[in-house]
């Protein structure tokens, strides 16, 4: 049996390839549940976006406590 090469069965992209976009449209009253849910993806892709930086750069040494004798 040979092992097939991989390939891409939808045309989806990946979370991380995606770019989000804000389109204003004004409602009274605003619709919470939207905005709640933009607010949160927004702060998904931020921490995601900071992870993979700090993945990159070389990780502080931390302080070590030393015993006191």
């Known amino acids: 049996m040979v092992a097939r090469r991989y390939e891409r069965k939808t045309g989806q992209r990946q979370q991380s390839e995606r770019e989000l976009t804000i389109r ?3 409602h009274e009253p605003p619709d919470l549940d939207k905005l709640c849910e933009l607010l949160i993806r927004l702060a998904l892709q931020q921490s995601g976006a ?3 930086e ?3 750069q070389p990780k502080r040494p931390r302080a ?4 006191s004798s």
């Open 24 to 26: 204003a449209e004004f």
């Open 50 to 52: 900071c992870r993979s």
């Open 54 to 56: 700090g993945s990159t």
């Open 64 to 67: 070590s406590a030393s015993a």
